[in-house]
């Protein structure tokens, strides 16, 4: 590139989770899913966006039948802070009555949000229901909602990339860093 840094690496503070890092761990999730799941059909729930990279890669780590469905869930708007309004933006399109579900998320901090979803997941009658997340950040917990496979837990920062956005951008770092001081919104 010429020497010239990128638009993506100017909006890295630091990387707090490089790729490997990243791998090492999704491959230890998937055998330990893998293991739990042994002999049951597993439904995969991605919470949209952030977490197709992270949902996507431990799919491909998880050795027991899978299927996948996707819903959509709004807590923020444009704001960087959880405004505590959920909505449900897109449904499952399979129902879950009866079935084993995982529902994977890219990053949990208040669980308010989180709270919220499994609430509306149980009323549905599931035969299990747990959640994996890709990050926790136990700072900001408000809740205390029970998360079954946790890859990493990070401090309370802004962070981008690997599927987390600031602003519908840079979800497509393949690692995941800090965002740079200087795109940092007022408050955060």
Aim: charged share 30%; aromatic share 6%.
């Amino acid at each position: 590139m010429n020497g010239q840094e990128t638009e993506l690496e100017r909006a890295v503070g630091e990387i707090l989770i490089d790729e490997d890092r990243l791998n090492e761990r999704i491959r230890e999730l998937g055998r330990e899913i893998s293991a739990d799941y042994e002999g049951r059909d597993l439904l995969l729930v991605g919470v949209l966006k952030g977490a197709v990279f992270f949902m996507a890669d431990l799919m491909r780590e998880i050795g027991v039948p899978c299927e996948i469905d996707f819903m959509a869930i709004s807590s923020y708007g444009a704001a960087t802070d959880s405004s505590g309004v959920v909505r449900i933006l897109k449904d499952l399109d399979i129902n879950i009555d009866g079935r084993h579900v995982l529902v994977v998320e890219d990053i949990i901090d208040s669980r308010l949000t989180l709270s919220y979803l499994i609430r509306n997941l149980e009323a549905r009658e599931p035969a299990t229901l747990e959640v994996c997340a890709l990050m926790t950040k136990p700072e900001r917990r408000e809740l205390d909602v029970p998360v079954r496979y946790i890859g990493f837990e990070i401090p309370n920062r802004f962070v981008i990339g690997y599927g987390l956005d600031f602003a519908e951008r840079y979800r497509n770092l393949p690692y995941v860093a800090v965002l740079a001081d200087d795109l940092m919104p007022e408050g955060v």
